[in-house]
């Protein structure tokens, strides 16, 4: 199931957009898709990264414990 979302959008943005998406030969809407599940993925990283450096009984590992943990 999909539903339409209407969005407002500089012109330069869209005119970058339509360049891609002629470039690619996909749709507006495939290109804005992926950007976003792109932006939620990230954005989920971000919020597991602060809720760990939030949590006090997570240990913190410096670089060089990780490096010898790894091996290297």
């Given at each position: 199931m999909s539903i339409?979302?209407?969005i407002r959008l500089p012109?330069?943005?869209v005119n970058e957009l339509t360049h891609i998406a002629d470039e690619t030969e996909?749709?507006?809407s495939?290109?804005?898709q992926r950007a976003l599940e792109s932006?939620?993925?990230?954005?989920?990283?971000?919020?597991?990264?602060?809720?760990r450096l939030r949590d006090q009984k997570d240990?913190?590992?410096?670089?060089?414990?990780?490096?010898?943990?790894?091996?290297l």
């Open positions: 339409a979302v209407s012109d330069g943005l996909r749709p507006r495939f290109h804005i932006y939620i993925a990230d954005f989920a990283d971000v919020q597991i990264a602060l809720d240990a913190v590992v410096s670089g060089h414990e990780l490096r010898k943990s790894l091996g």
